[in-house]
């Protein structure tokens, strides 16, 4: 059990944020794509993204196109009844 606690806290802190930011950008550009988004936006956004992978992620949640996410939720079902 020590061995495995030692190895947890040896694990560099840039790795962890480096992976975290990688999971953001994949998200990021997979919401991108699934948005109703032109084609060049999806392509302009998804390049801001992967060059500028930070900044990206921002200001791509700040501005950038999401999914339609309308009549999709559990809500949608109950409106279709009536």
Not at 26 to 36: E, F, K, P
Not at 58 to 68: A, D, E, I, T, Y
Request: hydrophobic share 50%; charged share 15%.
């Amino acid at each position: 059990m020590n061995e495995l606690l030692d190895a947890i806290t040896q694990i560099d802190t840039r790795v962890v944020l480096v992976a975290a930011l990688l999971v953001l950008d994949v998200w990021a550009i997979g919401m991108t794509l699934a948005s109703g988004a032109g084609r060049k936006e999806k392509v302009l956004w998804s390049g801001i993204v992967i060059l500028c992978p930070i900044f990206g992620c921002l200001f791509w949640f700040s501005l950038g196109p999401k999914p339609n996410l309308i009549g999709t939720g559990p809500s949608s079902e109950l409106g279709a009844a009536d």
